[in-house]
């Protein structure tokens, strides 16, 4: 083990770029700075050194690349020195389970941390389509309604789509809090930093955090780091899946994401499209979300994903939430009213779907499911006659029906599922069965 170990230092000593490419300062305004001598060996996405800050570079010409430093280069001269240090890459190690780390892959909780033997892109390709194994089986998840009418399967990436303040954070929480997996990866992306430590200290605790890995980059930070934060989570989560393990991704938020692309394609030119968002956006997500998913082969485990994303009042159809519901497996809605009448998680079923169905769900399961969508539907379509008391008993046999098990039902989607999704169907089917005729109840 110790000679592998040495065995791997070795090649990284060897791989080290000893040599250091200068380039020079020839403009700079507050956003963005113009360098010359690097254009050669340059490419989008590098890595420089600028007075005292990071930077990225965001674009390229025979001349001049542009970079975009991570802080404020007050200061900066024409002429000074600008540094490249390489490709944006990480390399992530089995030792960072139980760290919160920062994009670049610094310790934020203390101490530092081993660099892996591997050094990945942050931007790698996802597993070949036609090598990619198929969703796998049904997760445990620790919640009722994800265990029953919304399956996550191995592999499944899922969309958590939610106004600001519906509780998005918490469901994901309770989910990694939950969930059946080998490893989590947590990418928190414009999050409030008190956020960040809550999330480690008291939502996943000392016990569930030693086999969590999270990355963070605060509303505070440079939108490089915000941007990066998200892939380098995501690479994280490629290194324990290519080591065979089951990992539970969780980005929160996507939209903070896409937000962050959006300040950087600005300043590096891109033209703005639909809701201000760059036309880049769209393969920005999608290339995301196609590296969670099944692995390939015999002996990759999968990434099991879920992207939050704000939506803003119930405009399901902006850009980003537009572009995710088209690639994922399946979407979860959020609901304001819901959540103010105080059920958590305030999940519109009628509204969420998973992709996953009806392949994760056997005949039986099916069937719950179906009559537990046609319950809760026939309760909403004539929720407000009921409410206002203009609907009179027996006109519709649906609307009986659904009367009778909805304050079961609704309780069960706020339910814990401790004894997984057995257990949990047998108690769904308990709470439909309450819709029965009396007559025939015993
Ligand atoms: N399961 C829950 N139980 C009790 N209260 C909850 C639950 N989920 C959410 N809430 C309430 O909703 C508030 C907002 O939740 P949360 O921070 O998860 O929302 P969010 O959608 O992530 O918000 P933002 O858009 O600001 O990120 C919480 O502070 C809490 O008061
Ligand atoms: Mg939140």
């Known amino acids: 083990m110790e000679d592998q170990s040495f065995k791997d230092l070795c090649n990284r000593i060897a791989d080290t770029n000893v040599e250091h490419q200068i380039g020079r300062v020839i403009s700079a305004g507050s956003t963005v700075v113009r360098v010359t001598g690097l254009s050669r060996m340059a490419a989008i996405g590098d890595q420089v050194a600028i007075g005292g800050a990071m930077g990225e570079i965001i674009d390229i010409n025979t001349d001049a690349v542009t970079v975009l430093p991570d802080r404020s280069c007050d200061g900066l001269r024409i002429g000074e020195q600008v540094t490249w240090i390489g490709r944006s890459e990480l390399a992530p190690d089995d030792s960072w389970l139980g760290h919160v780390i920062d994009p670049y892959g610094a310790a934020l909780d203390g101490g530092s941390l081993i660099q ?3 050094s990945r892109s942050l931007r790698a390709a996802p597993p070949p389509a036609t090598q990619r194994r198929h969703l796998g089986p049904r997760m445990a998840t620790g919640l009722a309604v994800f265990d029953t009418i919304l399956p996550l399967v191995r592999g499944q990436r899922m969309g958590l789509f939610a106004g600001s303040g519906v509780g998005k954070s918490m469901l994901l929480g309770q989910l990694a809090q939950n969930v059946d997996a080998d490893v989590i990866v947590v990418a928190l992306v414009g999050e409030r930093g008190r956020e960040v430590r809550e999330f480690v200290d008291k939502t996943l605790g000392p016990e569930r955090m030693a086999k969590t890995v999270v990355v963070a980059a605060t509303s505070d930070q440079p939108p490089i780091a915000r941007r990066r934060a998200v892939w380098s989570a995501m690479t994280v989560a490629e290194h324990f ?40 956006t769209a393969h920005l997500i999608m290339s995301l ?53 105080g059920r958590y998680p305030a999940i519109d079923v009628l509204r969420s779907v998973s992709r996953s169905l009806p392949g994760a769900a056997n005949d039986h399961e099916n069937a719950l499911i179906a009559l537990a969508r046609r319950r809760l539907g026939a309760y909403d379509r004539a929720e407000m006659m009921i409410q206002s008391g203009l609907y009179s008993a027996g006109s519709d046999g649906d609307v009986d029906a659904a009367v009778q098990v909805w304050p079961a039902l609704d309780a069960f989607i706020a339910e814990k ?26």
């Open 116 to 118: 892996g033997p591997v």
């Open 241 to 280: 899946r290519d080591a065979g393990k089951q990992v539970f991704f969780l980005a929160d938020s996507i939209t903070r994401f896409a937000e962050a692309h959006r300040e950087i394609a600005l300043a590096a030119g891109e033209g703005v499209g639909l809701h201000g968002f760059p036309p880049s």
């Open 289 to 341: 979300a196609e590296r969670a998913g099944p692995g390939q082969g015999g002996t990759n485990g999968d990434i099991t994903a879920i992207f939050s994303v704000l939506v803003a009042g119930s405009d399901m159809e902006g850009p980003i939430a537009d572009t995710l519901r088209g690639v994922l497996d399946g979407h979860v809605v959020l609901d304001r009213e819901i959540a103010e009448r």
């Open 417 to 442: 599922a401790p004894s997984g999704p057995n257990a949990a169907f047998d108690r769904l089917a308990d709470c439909l069965r309450a819709a029965r005729p009396v007559r025939n109840a015993a």
